[in-house]
């Protein structure tokens, strides 16, 4: 018995869509922890770890419910994870990317479009 949401390989497009939906949830999902453990009291603390947990869990669903291979497809999860962690660590703590963190993510980039994009 198979569970009824798997989705049969996807096409590109959906493949894109929920490899960043993924790397969306699961940076937020940290963001909330970091902001629970560090950032928040009394009842913050435990809403902001709350949508952590939420974030987390659908973030499992989402990358797990396709049918892929994931190990083919984690040089464009990992880009995508390391872009909106960026984006979130810049909007929800005012943490720009300093140069290092800029060579570095060049770097993820480069890296995901070998593992995405070099044929064998």
Known sequence: MSFPLILREPGPLLTLL????AAFLEAFGDSCFQ????RSTGVA???????GVLAL???GF???LPRWDFGRLLGVYVVFFFVFAQIL???RFQQKPSLPVCAGGALIIAGGCVISFWRA
């Not at 929920?18 to 939906?21: F, P, W």
């Not at 902001?35 to 560090?38: D, L």
């Not at 603390?45 to 949508?51: K, N």
């Open 18 to 21: 929920l490899l960043g939906a």
């Open 35 to 38: 902001s629970a453990i560090y």
């Open 62 to 64: 989402t990358v797990n």
């Open 89 to 91: 660590a810049w909007f």
């Open 57 to 59: 869990a659908v973030y």
């Open 45 to 51: 603390r435990f809403l902001s770890a709350g949508l």
